[in-house]
């Protein structure tokens, strides 16, 4: 092939570099890109309402989220902020007894009450409305304090992250000025009610239903919710139900609307409380409603506009579990080394013993790396766009969710194994945390729906900047077809020879060495930077291979779905880690080198577990596991059993069959 | 007459706090550590605070002595209720060297400055453990004290003072103007919300240095080395006296 024998020796050739070759550069989105040679170049992704993962489908590192590491503005903000957390973390070691109040299924009315006392039940809601009005970042950092109990954080968070968050989002200002102060100071409660018997991941097909009444001035409400957390005392909660709505065409149909509905309204009913697993002292029930009247005035946000308000509210509230996950991984470290260095066994520490430590150490570098991802996406729905609008952050915040609630579940686990029996007595704190902890990869959107909207949201954006490039290989002129041609193979080229070649068309993170650029990481990260941006383009190819080989029906492909989403949170996770550690030590702050090292391998391992997981999608490899897997899923889902014949079955006559006297002539030849 | 109330508040390493000695053996590793109120001094404020409410004092000022990083401290007693604050600030190298002496008399001049009548400290910090502070205090302002306080009763002029002493309880009526020390059971202190620890934001905080005060922050003690006390032997168990006395002649004990 000619271009084969052309393009090294064209890319070796700096002068020709990438006027000659790259006149596709249209085809990225519209964008063209200035290539001076020698001059600094950072990676501006300034389209709008494309967030780091979007822009990282097409190999593009938004430098907006990556630098700075979101800091805040004053060491007296910091400050302040500590105090505050350390007041709450305070209030939870002495005044909180989790273990009696896991045993007895409830909150201890002095608890509840301290926690109002100490303004924990209106974080979020603005000062002028009686609450802390703290923004995202600052509530991140409280709740990691928080999390010493878990049924504790899902209680404030069923009331103020999502049972109020409506409100505050939605809300006009009548409605704040009504129910906001009381909800502050927890004189009310609040819940959230979406979840229906036959509703849950399915969240848009809820059948509680509320029309108007005969004068038009209530709603009627009918329905029933369950698993509500907070639903045995709520006062006010946020309900969601089917309305009719007629459309611009004059047709009737029917869509959610977002309802502000307060207990006393009448026909409101709590089930009793549910016997869980974990976050025992939690109250979780069903809640049904029974005609309940509704004011107008009640209505949350538009008429058939519920949906949009419940996602928006579920997304706005996910980041936290960062955090809060953290602070419990960084409390489980401090208990375990502390046994590890006590208990002695082949006359040796617990500590010294490799096994140990890679379990102490897997918990430091995942709780290293999902408080920087936290931290990250909590900086970033912080920042306002021109509008006053927050930026759309809510892939981020699923990666976060997704990677803290596995990493919650995983580490307990193993953080349990070190104190082996006691691990498992309830005498100890572990088993509860371990049991609590499992909650957070079920409620605020299962992990498996939250990969696939972390994928699909992420393929749909690059699927339609890439379609330029993909209609014109289907169906586009000779010149088309071949410039598509060579895009592709250019970028093959460039992963598999690695650094050296000509300068990357898309903005690159800009580490690397032929790029001739002086890059803006700390010089000890750039080999990570290397890693991050090689990880990238890995994605970005995978991407358009799928997209490419799938088109639409790829939302039925749960299995690569998956996998690309794995990648991306991975990656994510290297990026934050990467921003975060360069921010230290340009600080020059406590224990660097320790940090710097634990980041390293943060992004080491990632970078190489990345390549195992994208070489799944490999055409030789995926095709033939994948239609296994299908067909045997299938099988057995139809069956509802096990389908194998038992290991035992028949063995007696297996001895006497001819097949098995042939084969074992053939053994024996072997031995001779 | 209203009491005016300066309490006296000093930032230690937090009490749950695993101690470490550095391995040079010039003190303890502060450094990245845990530190919060002094527990006896939350006591103080809480006492403090407790008299304003109750209409006894008028106002109260909350004060400490030591380093920048002093002033979260004072925030914690401002978010706790103080009305304001004074900081006097003592740079980390000469705050190693400052004892109760010197404490004791940046005290007096503030209460002469600020027109107190009434100091409440905590009984002891849980460094230093001096247990000297309240004490010398009251005798460079020649005024009256009551210490180990586990009860405080303002009647006009008249302070009453019931006092955990070896014995059992001491109570003693003193004359204004006094310096009384807490100790652990004369209150549980409150938990500064978090509304109130946004508020004290806006609460003032006066800085000032020894010098500014006139006081000399010389001190006749140098700390030789820090240590850890020894590790603790097992014990053994005996049968009998004859047994208990044989062993501790044998340690030469007897």
Not at chain 1, 47 to 62: D, I, M, Q, T
Not at chain 2, 42 to 63: M, S
Not at chain 2, 199 to 214: H, R, S
Request: net charge neutral.
């Amino acid at each position: 092939m000619v271009l084969l024998k052309v393009i090294p020796k064209v890319l070796n050739n700096s002068a020709l570099r990438l006027s000659a070759l790259y006149p596709c550069i249209s085809f990225y989105g519209g964008k063209k890109y200035n290539f001076n040679l020698g001059k600094t170049r950072f990676s501006t992704c300034s389209r709008k309402g494309a967030s780091f993962a979007r822009e990282l489908a097409l190999g593009n590192l938004n430098m907006k989220w990556i630098f700075p590491f979101p800091t805040l503005p004053s060491e007296d903000d910091l400050s302040e902020l500590n105090q505050l957390s350390d007041a709450v973390g305070r209030f939870f070691d002495e005044k909180v007894d989790s273990k009696k109040m896991d045993e007895e299924g409830k909150f201890d009315p002095e608890v509840v009450q301290g926690l109002k006392d100490l303004g924990l039940f209106g974080m979020q809601i603005p000062v002028e409305y009686g609450g802390l009005g703290l923004n995202n970042v600052q509530y991140a950092r409280v709740a990691e304090e928080l999390s010493s109990d878990a049924a504790v954080t899902v209680m404030l968070a069923a009331h103020q992250a999502i049972g109020l968050k409506g409100i505050l989002i939605a809300g006009s200002e009548e409605q704040k000025k009504e129910y906001l102060p009381k909800l502050a100071t927890g004189e009310w409660t609040a819940a959230f009610c979406l979840t229906e018997p036959s509703s849950g991941s399915d969240a848009a097909s809820i059948q509680s239903k509320a029309h108007l009444s005969d004068d038009g001035q209530h709603w009627v409400l009918n329905g029933e919710k369950i698993w509500i957390t907070n639903g045995g005392f709520a006062d006010v909660m946020t309900v969601f139900a089917k309305t009719k709505v007629t459309d611009v065409n004059n047709e009737v149909k029917e869509k959610v609307t977002a309802f502000i509905v307060e207990r006393k309204f009448g026909g409101v009913t709590s089930g009793k409380p549910e016997d869980k697993l974990g976050i025992r002292a939690s109250n979780t029930c069903a809640v049904s409603f029974v005609d309940t009247h509704i004011p107008v005035k009640n209505v949350l946000g538009e008429v058939g506009g519920g949906f949009k308000i419940a996602m928006t509210i579920l997304n706005s509230g996910r980041f936290s579990m960062g955090t809060t996950v953290a602070g419990q991984l960084k409390r489980l470290i401090t208990l375990a080394s502390e046994y590890a260095n006590q208990r002695t066994q082949f006359g040796k520490k617990l500590a010294e013993f490799e096994l140990i430590q890679e379990k102490i150490f897997t918990m430091a570098m995942q709780a290293y790396a999902m408080e920087s991802m936290a931290y990250m996406t909590a900086g970033q729905m912080d920042i306002m766009d021109s509008n006053g609008e927050p930026q759309d952050c809510s892939i981020e915040a699923a990666m976060v969710k997704i990677y803290s609630s596995e990493c919650a579940w995983s580490s307990g686990s193993e953080c349990l194994q070190i104190f082996g029996g006691l691990g498992y007595m309830k005498d100890f704190p572990y088993e509860r945390m371990l049991r609590d902890s499992r909650i957070l990869l079920i409620f605020e959107g299962t992990n498996e729906i939250l990969r696939l909207y972390v994928a699909l949201a992420t393929l749909q954006y690059a699927g339609a900047k890439l379609q330029l490039r993909l209609k014109a290989l289907k169906a586009g002129s000779m010149r088309e077809k071949l410039t598509a041609i060579s895009d592709q193979f250019k970028e093959e080229w460039y992963l598999k020879t690695g650094s050296d070649r000509g300068q990357v068309p898309d903005p690159s993170f800009s580490v690397r060495s032929y790029s001739k650029t002086k890059s803006w990481l700390d010089p000890s990260l750039i080999p990570m930077g290397e890693m991050l941006e090689e990880s990238t383009l890995l994605y970005r190819r995978r991407v358009y291979q799928m997209l490419r080989k799938y088109g639409k029906k790829i939302q039925d492909q749960q299995l690569v779905l998956k996998i690309l989403a794995d990648a991306a949170i991975q990656i994510y996770g290297m990026t934050a880690v990467l921003s975060r550690c360069n921010k230290s030590l340009i600080l020059g702050l406590r224990n660097a080198d320790h940090e710097r090292a634990l980041a390293v391998a943060f992004v080491k391992k990632t970078y190489r577990d990345n390549y195992l997981i994208m070489a799944q999608l490999a055409q030789v490899n995926y095709d033939d596991y994948y239609l296994m897997q299908r067909k045997v899923s299938n099988d057995l889902m139809e069956e509802r059993r096990y389908l194998c014949p038992h290991p035992l079955e028949v063995t007696h006559k297996y001895e006497e069959h001819p097949k098995y006297l042939e084969q074992l002539e053939r053994i024996k030849a072997i031995k001779d | 007459t209203m009491a005016r109330v300066l309490v006296g508040v000093k930032r230690v390493i937090d009490y749950a706090v695993k101690i470490r000695v550095k391995p040079d053996k010039s003190g303890v590793v502060t450094e990245g550590v845990k530190h919060s109120m002094n527990p006896f001094d939350e006591i103080a404020v809480e006492e403090a605070i407790r008299l304003k409410e109750k209409k006894f004092a008028t106002e109260v000022i909350a004060v400490t002595c030591g380093p920048t990083q002093s002033q979260e401290t004072l925030r914690t007693a401002l978010a706790m209720g103080a009305d304001r604050g004074i900081h006097v600030e003592i740079p980390a190298d000469d705050y190693v060297k400052t004892g109760p002496l010197q404490i004791s008399k940046i005290f007096a001049k503030l209460a002469e400055q600020e027109k107190a009548n009434l100091i409440i400290l905590g009984k002891q910090a849980i460094d230093g453990d001096n247990n000297q502070t309240a004490q010398m205090t009251a005798a460079v302002l020649d005024w009256a004290q009551g210490t180990f306080a586990s009860e405080l009763k303002l009647e006009g002029e008249k302070l009453t003072v019931v006092r955990e002493v070896d014995g059992g309880l001491e109570t003693i009526d003193l004359k204004m103007p006094a310096v009384v020390s807490a100790d652990l059971r004369l209150n549980e202190p409150r938990y500064a919300t978090l509304p109130n620890i946004m508020k004290a934001k806006k609460k003032k905080v006066a800085k000032l240095t020894a010098k500014d005060l006139g006081v000399d922050l010389a001190s006749s003690i140098e700390i030789l080395e820090v240590a850890d006390p020894p590790q603790r032997l097992a014990g053994i168990k005996v049968e009998n006296t004859e047994e208990l006395v044989g062993k501790l002649k044998e340690a030469g004990l007897v």
